[in-house]
């Protein structure tokens, strides 16, 4: 079963506009993990959602590049025809 992660940030409270600053500095610089594969901006400015495939020590070391301006939640899933022949198996 392919296990993807759909990881959701949210700019941290406060951030005065040099902080927004540094953030853009520090994401032309370091970008994206290597594991992601879709990366989706909020269109009300307040984060985003990241799409990736497994991860790789790398993607942590990515987060952690962040995480003065950012708070992530991150959760596990798979595709529903995955995921379908599980789920009946176990309701029927």
Known sequence: MDTYFIMTYRYREGLRPEEYRE????FADVGN?????AHYSRLD???GV?????TEVKDLEVVLEYLPWVAFESFPVTT???AFPVIQSVYG
């Open 23 to 26: 953030l853009t500095k520090k």
């Open 33 to 37: 993990g290597p594991s992601v594969i």
């Open 80 to 82: 529903i025809e995955a």
């Open 50 to 54: 990241l799409v990736t495939k497994g």
């Open 45 to 47: 400015g307040g984060g």
